[in-house]
């Protein structure tokens, strides 16, 4: 999936792979303080980039962390860190760190915040598993509550997403699904999730899981193709009875999931209306987006 990248942007300067670091008081390493997005790039062009920085920007104000760079600057740096690795599909992952402080909490300690652009090639996440239909299982791990670290401040502080995905790994599941504290389908280990059921798309509110860039997508998407779109909580039910269920994300892209808990979904293929819209979006990802060269 991962190939090796020759050039890492770190602060202005570019650095190779085995001379690209950061000090090991920088609060990102220290606490997870910091925000970071997950972007792809396909033939030649970054997709959906103004929707990313803009997330990834509305995180840091949250948590009060000031960038280093403007917007239009860490656009920039991207499209230069693409250009020195000399690629036109890739995955890319910029990040914005608290920077370096001490080893106490306080983020005033921290006296400028860091950038960190990672660009690497990037194939199928999923493989062949996009034909066939991944399985997925349900974890006792819980969404953390929106009110104690808000789900669409994309923090370095993934821990909720791992301890989902060890737990969805020894269950002998391609991906997770997370229920928030009130027995909500939140989402994913690193997606969100949709079902579809009697010809309608629907997916949950954007409270309890990451409001989506592939999400959005797929919410445009939905009334071009005249599939019917519903927003709403989702439980157990509700999934083990769809008539198709897959997720999103930038880095999975829309993939169909066609068993849950040992349930066969639908006839345990992916479904007509799933593979509408992975046909639609990949000729989005190829057509659109912010031109590299």
């Known amino acids: ?8 942007y770190i602060d202005g300067k570019f650095y190779d792979r085995a001379d690209a670091k950061v000090s090991v008081f920088d609060h990102g390493l220290l606490y997870g303080d910091g925000v970071f997005e997950g972007i792809r790039a396909y033939n030649g062009r970054v997709f959906r980039l103004d929707e990313h920085i803009d997330r990834m920007y509305d995180g840091a104000k949250a948590i009060m962390l000031q960038p280093p760079l403007s917007k239009a600057q860490m656009k920039k740096a991207i499209i230069d860190t693409l250009k020195k690795n000399k690629l036109t599909d890739a995955y890319i992952r910029p990040i914005i760190t608290r920077g370096v402080g001490d080893l106490g909490l306080d983020p005033r300690k921290c006296a400028k915040a860091s950038v960190i652009i990672i660009t690497v090639y990037w194939g199928a996440m999923y493989g062949d598993l996009y034909e066939k239909g991944l399985t997925a299982v349900s974890v006792s791990t819980r969404r953390n509550a929106s009110e104690a670290l808000p789900t669409n401040i994309k923090s370095l502080n993934y821990l909720n997403n791992i301890l989902a995905k060890i737990e969805a790994n020894e269950k002998g599941g391609d991906e997770a699904v997370i229920f928030d504290t009130r027995g909500n389908i939140a989402e994913g280990s690193g997606d969100n999730i949709f079902i579809i059921k009697g010809g309608k798309v629907f997916t949950p509110p954007v409270l309890q899981n990451l409001n989506g860039i592939t999400r959005a997508c797929v919410v445009e998407l939905c009334p071009k193709l005249k599939i019917p779109f519903v927003e709403q909580n989702l439980g157990y039910f509700d999934m083990y009875t769809a008539d198709e269920v897959f997720v999103t994300g930038t880095a999975a892209e829309i993939a ?4 849950i808990d040992g349930r066969i ?18 000729k989005l990802t190829q057509t659109t987006g912010t031109p590299i060269k």
């Open 1 to 8: 999936m991962f190939t090796t990248t020759e050039y890492i």
């Open 256 to 259: 169909p999931i066609t068993k």
């Open 265 to 282: 979904i639908g006839d345990g293929k992916p479904g007509p209306i799933t593979k509408k819209l992975m046909a639609a979006y990949k």
